[in-house]
């Protein structure tokens, strides 16, 4: 993918991540749920909208607080989505193919992890 065409899908990302939708208005977000947010916009945002229905390249993670949650068997929401991003080839929604990045478990410490949970927690 060429440079003007990356700058243009990061923005169009950027856009739609802050467009309302689903997603929470910052003066409501705990500074844990902020610093999830901006994680979430540096390493997510590109590929996963927060309005429903929004596709990039992976699923819209509008809802995801609640559609986690007995998304597989056994599993409560916290489970599933620290396991879809840490081994993403485990979960692949149906349409998607597994394009997620492999390294979310090596680059991203614990707190961080937890930060990003704790923002998609607030996208309900």
Same mark, same amino acid.
């Given at each position: 993918?060429?440079?003007? $065409?990356?700058?243009?899908?990061?923005? *169009?990302?950027?856009?739609?991540?802050?467009?309302?939708?689903?997603?929470?208005?910052?003066?409501?977000?705990?500074?844990?749920?902020? #610093?999830?947010?901006?994680? /979430?916009?540096?390493?997510?945002?590109?590929?996963?909208?927060?309005?429903?229905?929004?596709? $990039?390249?992976?699923?819209?993670? #509008?809802? $995801? #607080?609640?559609?986690?949650?007995?998304?597989?068997?056994?599993?409560? #929401?916290?489970?599933?989505?620290?396991?879809? $991003? *840490?081994?993403?080839?485990?979960?692949?929604?149906?349409?998607?193919?597994?394009?997620?990045?492999?390294?979310?478990?090596?680059?991203?410490?614990?707190?961080?992890?937890?930060? *990003?949970?704790?923002?998609? /927690?607030?996208?309900?």
């Amino acid at each position: 993918m060429g440079r003007p $065409i990356l700058a243009t899908v990061l923005l *169009l990302s950027l856009s739609l991540t802050s467009c309302g939708g689903n997603a929470p208005k910052a003066e409501r977000l705990t500074e844990q749920e902020r #610093a999830g947010e901006r994680l /979430f916009i540096q390493n997510c945002a590109a590929c996963h909208a927060t309005i429903p229905e929004t596709i $990039i390249v992976g699923p819209s993670l #509008a809802g $995801i #607080a609640v559609s986690a949650e007995g998304k597989v068997p056994g599993q409560d #929401a916290r489970s599933y989505m620290e396991s879809s $991003i *840490l081994e993403p080839s485990e979960y692949i929604n149906d349409g998607f193919n597994d394009l997620m990045p492999k390294t979310f478990g090596k680059t991203l410490t614990g707190e961080e992890l937890d930060s *990003l949970l704790a923002y998609l /927690f607030t996208l309900k």
